[in-house]
């Protein structure tokens, strides 16, 4: 972690907060993504039904699936944070490699590796389109003027 930065909470806090955040961001797309694909897949009379129902079957699943994925990430973001002590893009490229791996780890050593490589790869384009759009969006930092000198030579 860098040594100037003391705003941030510790990371028990930004886990929980990262695992409360992702699972209502994935609740509320997921209610409504199944809303509307509920209510397209209704009969005409049912719709509304139909959205409800798809709504309270489906979207709690996906928040979960979501605050799993936020929670994993935070948790390894952390202890990669902790073990190498700085805080750059490096860190969250790590979480993502193996926060894939842990996910798919079930489908076996191939599946595990796959998963690994893909969520690094999307976190390493994530970080690099984060650092471009800062640089892009930077401020241009403005050029100290040194006082101008008289033209007149000094006399001696």
């Known amino acids: 972690m860098s040594h100037g930065d003391h705003t941030r909470d510790p990371c028990p806090w930004v886990i929980l907060n990262d695992f409360g955040g992702a699972f209502s961001m994935g609740a509320i797309g997921g209610g409504i993504w199944h809303g509307i694909k509920g209510a397209r897949n209704s009969p005409k009379g049912e719709r509304l039904a139909g959205s409800l129902s798809a709504i309270k079957a489906r979207a709690p699943v996906l928040g979960g699936n979501f605050g799993i994925w936020g929670g994993l990430f935070a948790s ?15 860190n969250a490229i790590i979480a993502g490699f193996c926060v894939g791996g842990t996910l798919a780890f079930r489908g076996g050593p191939k599946a595990a ?9 999307l976190l390493g384009v994530f970080e690099g389109v984060g650092v471009l759009m800062s640089r892009a969006f930077a401020q241009p930092v403005p050029a100290m003027q040194l006082p101008e000198q008289s033209a007149q030579p000094a006399l001696a």
Not at 76 to 90: I, L, M, S, T
Not at 113 to 121: N, P, Q, S, V, W
Request: aromatic content about 12%.
């Open 76 to 90: 390894y973001d952390c202890a990669v944070k902790g073990y190498r002590q700085k805080e750059d893009p490096w």
């Open 113 to 121: 590796l796959g998963g690994a490589i893909g969520c690094g790869i």
